[in-house]
Each structure stands twice: as structure tokens, then as C-alpha cells.
């Protein structure tokens, strides 16, 4: 650092002090009381020649008002009539110097001080050796020279803020930095309110390596007047001779900071709203209407804002993930290469981490799976009835229908929207419902519509529209945490991996808050528009059979896979191998509902909805003659809808186990069992099986 200052020294030196020269020209060989020297040199004049006394004064007065050649002119009648006044000669060497005759400057200097051996004439000759054309390169020899006339010149006067200015000035040219440094002290206890003391202090921290006390001094003196370009340019330097920790260090760190407080702040506001959303759901509304409209549009809304700022939180912190991985794999391979020890090995896995990261991050942003359909989609003109429903609980809750049904091998229920934008503005989304076959066998057609109501609630509240904001975080956190996975990044050692998991967490914790306000919402619809038992019998009903069907299916592949046998409809089959005994699953399913949610889960406990729903005001309901009956019989073909669902559930099975189960051969010869339905003989399957699943 001292090899590297002293280098530039001449560059700051003879810049700042032609910077300064009016303020040299004016105040050289003052002493700390201004005053009380001039009035010393007015009585000395005045003894020798009270008519030279009166041209002093007005030579002076001619340099205060910059009247350099009047000024010159007097100081040389003065010289003239009184030789051993040095403090003439001296002063038109300072107006020679600030009208750029330097050479004849540095003369009148060396004859003030050959009169008399002074501090004031020392100092003034260092000043006139110092000074030179802009940019011109030092001349060692009259910089040493100013510097030795300058140090007896602050020793004679350690009070003076002129002679300690200039110790310092040529302290600094001369790379004297222990000199630089108690002049520079000097200045501080004598001058704690001139620019120059601040630069010299600035440039002493500078050389002894503290950086950022330089960075601070330089900037007390910029508001005491130091010059913008001698500013801009120390400051450029201080900055480019700074390590990159010291330079951004604690911008990082405050940045850093910063982040981790949104992350907490957004935890604490999910956590507050999850609060607020059980409030909202535990008070009783006043009617239905209120309600099963969405009362709490207000807390609604909060939760849309967070969720979106949630989501933008995200995308800024890829950045800083980014940044964290790249400082973390690249300090720890700049580590090894400072001990000048590399083991190859650990800097090639540390590297390959660090680049899986990147990628993970980066294919979370660009990368899109594409999607498929979420089932197999139902012609719904072979189905009218199943059509006739839809339409009549779409005008209960006053709601356009699905516009589409598709089926799956599972016992799930749920609607969901799609479509761009303009789409969204627009009301021409695609509704759509999906349904599982498995939950279909015993639920009635009246617990059947109230369930549907409860999914028409999301519609008419507006749950599925838009989000697609949500769904892209949701999506980019799933990508990259399966792709850290993938590569082996993994683990507590990874920024990102500690990031993506933490902010799921977060994510979850909001969203899933917001989802809980929306299932309650949507019950109070399902709960207005078919009563409360109908959505507490259909609610219990979804729950019971996915936990059955589970069971069911476990059994009855394990039991096909095992004797080789072929499944061409998984739902009929008849298990012959032990199954659960049905007091088990009962309380598998009272355990179901009866479970306490997490923070993250996006539904509340079944029990608490059922309480919840049977508190709203009651409400007359028209039922239908038909709500008795099986939801299958809303179907035009059960047997091909439930084989086609087995097919699905055999390709599955293919792909995620390499095991192929076939569908078998099906007999011409057609019986019914004792319910009634059709069973295909070679198939040895029971309607029964499904009941008892």
C-alpha cells in the first residue's frame, strides 16, 4: 500500500495545491492569528518606512481583491525602498506563483529567505517548489528540498496551519509518510474545520490500509470544500485499491439482511392471516346470503396481495441464491489456491455442485414441463344426466357450469380453471371437473351435488381464476428442488438447496392459508345451497372411500401381481386374500377427520368444517327424488368407464414397476349378481369387492 501511494503522490500533491493556489497566494506565511501577524508586519514597516508602511497596505489590499499586477507592482516599490522587508520579496514570490511565473517565483523566495532565515520564508519557497504546471512530473530534487524547508518550518511554528499544510504537501510528494502522518495530526488539533486537513488525513489512512476510515475523512472534507475532481479522484482510487469484501462487504451484508427480513416477514405474515382466516371461519355468519357470497372479500384480498408478493419475492431472490452459490463454490476453490494446496478432486465436486445449482436456478425460470390432460375427458352428450346436474347446481350457486369433466382412476374432486389472460378478462376460461371413478360407488346423488356446489363456490368466488403467478412459483420451486435432487446438490451445505426449501415452507405456509380461506368459503356455499347434512354426508363420504379404494387397490394388485392373474376392472374385482378388517378402517377414517392440520396444509380438519357448516343459519332446501340414487346412475356406461379407468391403472403400474398386468379375456356369456349389475364371468370379479373396499 505505501509503494502504490507513493507512486501516485505527485498526481494528488500538484493537483490539490493548484487546486488551492488562490487560497496559498492569499494566506502563506500567516500564522494562526491572522490578525495579530499583520498587524506585526504593519508595525515593522512602519518602523523602517511609514511611506513603503502605506504601499504594503495597499499592495495588500490590491492581492485580496486578485489585483495581481498592481499588486506586484507595489511589493516592488516596497522591496525597493525597504531591501530587508522580507515579507515583501515573499509575497510577490506567492503573486508570481499565482500568475504562473514559477521559476521567478522560486528566486524572489530564495533572496526573501536569504534577507531572513524565517519560518514564514521557508515555508513560502517550499510552496513555490512544490507548485508546478498541471500535470507536470515532480523534480525529486526540489521536492526533497521543499520537503526539509517545510519540515523546519513546522517545527519553528507547529501552530501554523499554512506551515503545517505545506509539511504535509511535500511529506506526501516525498513518500514520508510518518511525517505525513504527524502533520496530519497536527492539522486535525489545529485546523479540525480546513478541507486540507481531512485529505492529508484521508491519504494517511489510505497508505496505512484503512480504506473505509479514508473513505469517510475524504468525505468530511468534500463538505469543507475540497474540489469534485480532487474528490472524484481520490475516491476512485480508494475505491479501486479497496478488496472486493471491504468495498461491497457491508452493502452485501445489509442486502443480505435485508432479504432474510422479508423472508421472516412473510412468514409472520402467513402465520398472522392463518390466525385471522380460523377467526373468519369460526364466527357465525348473520345470513346466507352474506356469506355464501365471501363476507370476508377484505381478508381475501390481504391474502392475494401477500400471496403475489410472495411470489415476486421469489423471482428477486433468484438473483441473490445465485450470487450466494457462485461466492460460496468460488471461495472455497480460491481457499485452496491460497493455501497453495488444490486437491483436484474435492475443487472438481465443489465446482460441479456450484454449476448443478446454477443450472437447477436457471431451468426453473426457463424451463416449462408441458402439461397433459388430468384425465380422460367425458363426452357429456352420452351423459346427460350427469350434464343436467352440473347445470342445475351451476344456477343454484349462480355460476356458469363446467365446460368440461374428465375422469381418473382415483377417488379425487376438483375443478380448476385455465386459459390466458385475455381469457380470464374475458369469462371464457375452460371449467373443468375432475372426477375419480373410485370415489363413485355409494355416493348418493344429493351428497353428490352438495360436494359439486362446494366446487362451484370456488368458481363463483373466483378461487380458480387468474393465479397463474402462484402457479409458476409453484412450479419453478418444484423444477429446481427436483433437479438439485437429481444432481446430487441436495443437502444443508447448498445455498440454494437451504433457499428452495425454505422458501416452499414460506410458500406453502401462504397459500395454503389462502387455501384454507377458500375451502371454508366454498363450504358455506355447498352448505346454503343443499344444506348441511348433504355436504357432511358427501364430504365424509370423498374421505371414507379414498381411504377404502387405497386399501382396495393395494390388496387387489398385490393380489393380481403375486398369482399372475389378469384385472380388467379394478373396481369389481373380489379380493380372496385377507383384507383389513372393517373396524380398522373405520378408524382410519375417523382418524382422517379428525386429524389436526399444519400450518401447511391447504384444507382444515374435516371435523372443524362439519362443525363449522352445521352453525350457518339453516336454509329450506328442495331436494329431488333421485338424490337417493347412486351417482353412477348419472352414467351412461358404468362397466366401459370403470375398465377404461383399469387400463389406466395397469399402464401405470407398467411403467413406474415394469410389471404388466393383463386384462384377460372376457366370456360372451353375461350374468348379474345379486345387486343386479352386470359381471363378466372369466373375469371372476364380484360387485361386492367395491363395496367393501
Known sequence: MRTTWGKRAWRFGGAWLVALAGLLTSGEGKAADEAAFERELAAQIQKLDPEAATLF????????????????????????????????????????LHQGARNEAIALCRKALETEDVAENKAALAQALLLRPQGAAPNTLDVREAFELASSAAARKPDDKFAQLLHCESALQYSRFDQLRSCSRALERIAPEFAPTYLYASMVDASEGHLDKALEKLERGKSLGIDEATYTSLKGQYEEAMPFHERYGATMLYGFLGW????????????????????????VPKSADENATGADKWLRRIYGVVLWACCAYYYISLPIVMSLVLVAGGG????????????????AIVAIF???????????????????????KLDLAEHPKLRAVLEEVAGRIGTRPVDNVYMTPTTEVGVFERGGLLRQLTGRTERCLVLGAGVLDGFSIGAFKAVLAHEYGHFHNEDTAGGGFALAVRRSVFTMALSLAQGGAAG???????????????????SQGASRLQEVLADRWAAFAYGADAFTEGLKHVIERSIRFDVHTQVALSEVIQEKRALANLYRYRVRGKTPEDAEIEKAVDEAIHAEPSPYDSHPSPADRFAWVNALPKRTIESSPDDTLEVWALFGDRAKLEKQMTQKIREAVAMNHGVVIPAGKPKAKVKKDEAGEETDEAEEQAPEAAGAA
Open 57 to 96: 497596505a495597499e499592495a495588500n489590499a490590491a492581492r485580496e481583491r486578485s489585483d495581481l499586477a498592481s499588486a506586484a507592482g507595489l511589493y516592488e516599490q516596497v522591496r525597493a525602498r525597504v531591501p530587508k522587508f522580507s515579507a515583501a520579496t515573499r509575497r510577490l514570490c506567492t503573486v508570481k
Open 492 to 510: 444443508w451445505y447448498n445455498p440454494a438447496w437451504l433457499f428452495v426449501s425454505g422458501f416452499h415452507k414460506i410458500f406453502l405456509r401462504i
Open 260 to 283: 432474510l427480513a422479508g423472508l421472516v416477514a412473510l412468514l409472520g405474515l402467513g402465520g398472522l392471516l392463518s390466525k385471522l382466516t380460523l377467526r373468519a371461519a369460526t364466527a
Open 354 to 376: 456450484t454449476l448443478v445449482s446454477l443450472w437447477a436456478m436457471l431451468k426453473s425460470i426457463f424451463f416449462r414441463r408441458k402439461e397433459g390432460e388430468p384425465g380422460d
Open 332 to 347: 472455497i476453490i480460491y481457499g485452496f489456491l491460497a493455501i497453495g494446496r488444490i486437491p483436484v478432486k474435492l475443487v
